[in-house]
């Protein structure tokens, strides 16, 4: 009698739960329904377009693009003895931990150099040189009152604007964006050397667009808006539907490349990557206070995403998060070398038969909970979807060289990692797991002065 009550109570804990922990707009169907008539002609073109760019920036082999990645960790694992890079000008100690750090950051001219960031990313975003090669477009207006025709100095005027452009900021600023903020393509946003914090309004929407960079800006308290006319391009404006409330939402674009965030508190994803999204990498990015974190592939019924390739490098997940470090459906997600600090539910998780490669990361398991008498086992790093093992079974998600702590433990399924353009040797010498803490020790915004190495 006792037991079937507790599990009774269990059951209607779920049921109280559940709707409220997997509430991610973009995975209803309702919502799909309702956002489907929206697309004008303008948009229809521009969506025809990005498929076909979507398409050639999938590598056939992703394999040498996560082996070539792992390899270049060895490299600066193996260096750290020498010291070399790890020096500043000026007496100042700048210590780059990792090799996308260390392309740029200790240079102390990298204010007069700042476009030199564009030839640092690695992994599935490589290709990405966001605004390089345009001039360099100085936000000096954090107000967003115009979403038709925005003041020139504002970013809402920088990011749409045609060309290649290297949007930068005055001064340090809080922007609260009065409704979503669509870039366009072959832009960075470069926060570098201000406090530029995008808060308590709109986030960013990344559709249809390739080549952006997003680095050193802090993303928070992100919520949803109405919608309405808001411009999209120089020469283009259109009706917007209810923005979901996502920190950025990657939305069928190509080559995207965010570092050094840091974000937290958003109505619904912190990132989201959908819709045939591909050639994405984020690293060097700082996320806390969070529920649902990334969804990368939002339908079970869009295998368009089965190119999708998403790379997670130097990440640290922290404090309050409790799930999808990423969620994941169809694509190929390499994660690497991130800290993951804090999950209630689990880390990463997926439905529809992504291929997922656990590589060299550090997962510190949560302390069990309970829900009435039942305790509920979270140090389970994986969580495979609306699949039993039977059909898992046969998905591709290894754990290579990761660090397990407070009892994590990550369930491998599919076959082993063969085939890779690196040496067994290679890896051995990274001894990854365990340098986590070093290579992700300067996640988030850095505090960088103009004159002084980052
Ligand atoms: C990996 O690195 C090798 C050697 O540097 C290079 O030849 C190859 O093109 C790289 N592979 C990819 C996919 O970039
Ligand atoms: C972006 O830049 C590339 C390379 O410079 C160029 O070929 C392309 O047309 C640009 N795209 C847009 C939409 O401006
Ligand atoms: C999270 O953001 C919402 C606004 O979207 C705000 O009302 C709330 O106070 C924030 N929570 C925390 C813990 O900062």
Known sequence: MGRSLDILLFIVCLAIITPTLNANKLESSEYWKEQRPEFDSYWQEKAEIAKQDNHAAYFPDPYAVSGNFTASIS????????????????????????????????????????????DCVQGFGRNTRGGKGGPIYVVTDPSDNELLDPKPGTLRHAVTRNGPLWIIFARS???????????????????????????????????????????????????????GMIIDSESH?????????????????????????????????????????????????????HNEVMLFGA?????????????????????RLVQRMPRARFGFIHC????YTHWEMYAI?????????????????????????????AK???KREYADAKHWSSWQ?????????????????????????????????AKPGSYVGRLTRYSGILVCRVGQPC
């Open 336 to 339: 690497v070398n991130n800290d």
């Open 349 to 377: 998780g997926g439905s529809m038969n992504p291929t997922i490669i656990s590589e060299g990361n550090r997962f510190i398991g949560p302390e069990n909970k309970f829900i009435g008498k039942d305790q509920i086992n």
């Open 237 to 289: 404006f259109g009706l917007r539907t209810r923005s979901d409330g996502d920190g950025i939402s990657i939305f069928g674009s190509n080559n995207i490349w965010i570092d050094h965030v840091s974000m937290r508190n958003c109505t619904d994803g912190l990132i989201d990557a959908i819709m045939g999204s591909t050639a994405i990498t984020i690293s060097n990015s700082h996320f806390t206070d």
């Open 75 to 118: 490299e600066i694992i193996t260096l750290k003895s020498s010291r070399r890079n790890l020096k500043g000008g000026k007496g100042e100690k700048c210590l780059a931990t990792n090799p996308v750090d260390r392309c740029w950051r200790c240079d102390p001219n990298w204010a007069k150099n700042r476009q030199k960031l564009a």
């Open 397 to 429: 998600w290894r754990s290579i060289n990761d660090e397990f702590l407070n009892g994590a433990f990550f369930v491998n399924s599919g076959p082993e990692l063969k085939n890779r353009p690196f040496s067994r040797k290679d890896m051995i010498k």
């Open 299 to 319: 339908s079970d019924s869009y295998p368009e995403d089965k190119i999708m390739q998403i790379t997670l490098a130097f990440n640290h997940f922290g404090k």
């Open 380 to 382: 389970q790093i994986t």
């Open 173 to 227: 600023m809080l922007i609260t964006l009065q409704q979503e903020l669509i870039m366009t393509s072959n832009k960075t946003i470069d926060g570098r050397g201000v406090d530029v914090y995008i808060a308590n309004g709109a986030g960013f929407t990344i559709q249809f667009v390739k080549n952006i960079i997003i680095h050193g800006i802090k993303i928070y308290n992100i919520q949803v808006r109405q919608g």
